[in-house]
């Protein structure tokens, strides 16, 4: 009788203690899940926008150097909101510090008027705002350096201006030390 209770109760408990062992298992593996399909969802948005990001930055340079096209001015201003509403919603931290300072200075610059320093320092934050998205989706530092040289013409007789502006935002908003010319 005895050992039939003992037995009973050894089933009993192996029973239990599966069972908690299989609901936590479970419950890990939902959290995971979850994770990754939500890293997924992130990295699905946010792998285009580096090269959308560039493409404006692009759009807005060659705009200031013609006519000033009002139709021009309304597309890009619709794809300044549609990539600070998908980088507030999916981007990283840093990313979002980099694009509120751009807004910030945006504002600022309307209101108090602009510094003819400004261009270092914007296209600098366009700049490295592509690199830490291109670094949050690929795992990839790539120095900003390497698009100044690619695309500025005159970025070697700016180059100083340029390394300053940049290295003064990474300082700023605490950036990776990788994103410094």
């Not at 009788?1 to 050894?10: D, G, S, Y």
């Not at 549609?82 to 751009?102: H, P, Q």
């Not at 100044?148 to 935002?169: P, Q």
């Amino acid at each position: 009788m005895i050992k039939e209770i003992i037995t009973t109760l050894i089933t009993s408990l192996v029973s239990v203690i599966g069972f908690i062992v299989t609901y936590r298992s479970l419950m890990k593996s939902f959290k995971n899940e979850l994770r990754k399909s939500r890293d997924s969802l992130a990295l699905e948005k946010m792998s285009t926008v580096p090269y959308d990001i560039l493409e404006l930055f692009d759009d807005l340079m060659e705009s200031s150097h013609f006519k000033k096209d009002s139709q021009k001015a309304k597309e890009n201003q619709k794809t300044f909101k549609k990539l600070m509403n998908t980088i507030y919603s999916y981007g990283s931290i840093n990313a979002i510090k980099i694009f509120a300072l751009m807004q910030k200075e945006n504002y600022d610059r309307v209101n108090q008027g602009g510094n003819p320093d400004d261009i270092y320092r914007i296209s600098s934050m366009y700049v490295l705002l592509a690199t830490q998205i291109k670094y949050d989706v690929t795992g990839i530092v790539v120095s900003p350096n390497s698009w100044f040289e690619m695309r500025i013409t005159d970025y070697s007789s700016n180059m100083e201006k340029y390394k300053r502006a940049n290295n003064k935002i990474v300082d700023e908003l605490r950036l990776s030390r990788g994103f410094k010319i």
